[in-house]
Structures are given as structure tokens and as C-alpha cells.
């Protein structure tokens, strides 16, 4: 009967029905057993005290889509029972979490944009670089989506993992300097201050010092007078003899030597 109570029961199991039912502080009397499909009740040779739940409807049956339904509700949209005519019944009329208040399932592209599916936008398509995307996030960099103008999208912006934070496939000439690099001019080329590996090319060590060849384009202009003049210093070692040169090609009184000393060192 809708209400809520407790109501004492007396059992005859002789004649299989409920001969007494005593009012409590609700208000429950009369012949109204108020559990939830009563007439299908198994009777018991005794006294006892039936919890009774909040019903909407009570038909004496389990049968869903009858105008009152298996768990005691009025048939219809949001009583938490799928009936005819329904997709699905999650048992709310709150749309945005997968089932309407039509009980009507929700998916990406049903133009309604469904927060409980983490969606950002609904343009009822599932065509991507149109402002809303297939996975119903808006186009840009970083939604998980590959559009106009990126290389890769890993739906984040965080560098070093294979995709930049621009969306540029992580390697070294991109221009985005990441883990391993020390440079990133967007070319392969060396001898421009920037390797092809992607490291810093710094000159050798200092002109007025012997050991490696030196390369040109990372040290002093002086190296390369001298290495075109006296290639061994920029191919085979740099010796006393391109010590010596500082002064005597390039003028340079920088190493403490005067022309010709430094000879055969």
C-alpha cells in the first residue's frame, strides 16, 4: 500500500492466507501485506514481524512492462527496470551518463554531449579536424587525435615520449629539443653549431693547445686560415706547428709565441 512499517502477521496455513494483521505506529492495517509481489508469499505456521519496503505498486506478480513492475515501481522511463520501448533504464531521468532521460543509450556521436562519457563537444559525426573530433574532444594538439598540421598526437604535452608537446614526431632535427639532445637547429646537417645527432659541436679544445685536429666551424676564425693553408692541423692533430701558426698566419700574438717558435714541438 506505499507505506512504510512494521506489521504483525498471523499465519493459517490451513487456509493459506493472512487472517490478522495489527496496525503499527504508521498507520498499516487491514488485509495489506506490503511486500513487494505478496501474492506469490510462501505462508508459514506462525507469528511474525515483515519489514515493509516503499512501494509504488504492488500486483501480486514479478512480471516487468504489466503498468507495475518487478521491483515494485510504476512501468516507465527511470524506474530502474528495461521495459518495451526502452534501450536501457539506469534508474534516473538524468541524461549525460550513458542513458537518456528517454532511456535511450548515449554514444560518441549522438550530437548531445555526455559528461558522464568524458566528452567535450557533440557535433553527431565522426569526422576528425572539424572542430570536434571523433572522440568528441575538441581538435588541437594533444586530444588524442591526428589532424591538419601534426605529425603525431599521444593525447598529451608532455616531450620526450615520442610525440612533442607540439605534436612533432620526437626526433632529433624537429626543432624541440628533447631527452638526449643538447641542441635542435630542424636539420641533419653538421658543422653548423649543431650536430646531426642533436649534440652542441664545440671546438676541440683551445688553438693555442696541441692534440686533436680542431674543426673550423666550432672554433676561432683563425683555425680555418690556418687549416687552409696547413690542412694536417684539421686532419691529422693539431701540433706544436699549428700552435706556431696562431701568430704566423693569423697575426695572433694569443699564445704566447712568436713566429716560428713552437716549431717542432
Known amino acids: 500500500n506505499g507505506t512504510f512499517g512494521w506489521a504483525t502477521l498471523t499465519i493459517d496455513t490451513a487456509q493459506g492466507s493472512v487472517t490478522q494483521v495489527v496496525a503499527d505506529a504508521t498507520g498499516l492495517a487491514g488485509n495489506e501485506l506490503a511486500i513487494c509481489y505478496n501474492g506469490g508469499a510462501t505462508f508459514i505456521d506462525a507469528s511474525v514481524s515483515v519489514p515493509t519496503p516503499g512501494e509504488a505498486c504492488d500486483d501480486g506478480n514479478i512480471i516487468d512492462g504489466d503498468g507495475c513492475d ?24 538524468v541524461p549525460g551518463d550513458g542513458c537518456n532521460d528517454y532511456c535511450e543509450l548515449e554514444y560518441r556521436g549522438d550530437g548531445v554531449v555526455q559528461p558522464g562519457l568524458d566528452e567535450q563537444c557533440e557535433d ?11 572522440n568528441c574532444t575538441f581538435t588541437g594538439c594533444g586530444n588524442g587525435v591526428v589532424t591538419s598540421g601534426e605529425d603525431c598526437d599521444d593525447g598529451n604535452a608532455v616531450n620526450g615520449d615520442g610525440c612533442s608537446a607540439d605534436c612533432i614526431v620526437n626526433v632529433c632535427g624537429n626543432g624541440a629539443i628533447e631527452d638526449g639532445e643538447e641542441c635542435d637547429d630542424s636539420n641533419a646537417d653538421d658543422g653548423d653549431g649543431c650536430s646531426a645527432t642533436c649534440q652542441l659541436e ?7 693547445e696541441t692534440g686533436e685536429p680542431l674543426t673550423p666551424a666550432y672554433c676561432d676564425p683563425c683555425v680555418q686560415q690556418i687549416c687552409e693553408v696547413d690542412p694536417v692541423c684539421c686532419d691529422s692533430g693539431w701540433d706544436g706547428y699549428c700552435v706556431a701558426e696562431v701568430f704566423s698566419v693569423c697575426g695572433l700574438d694569443v699564445c704566447g709565441t712568436g713566429e716560428g717558435e713552437g716549431e717542432g714541438e
Open 124 to 134: 553527431g559525426n565522426s569526422v576528425d579536424g572539424d572542430g570536434c573530433d571523433s
Open 70 to 93: 518487478s521491483n515494485c515501481s510504476f512501468t516507465g522511463c527511470g524506474n530502474g527496470v528495461e521495459s518495451a520501448g526502452e534501450e536501457c533504464d539506469d534508474g534516473n531521468t
Open 202 to 208: 664545440v671546438c676541440e679544445h683551445d688553438m693555442c
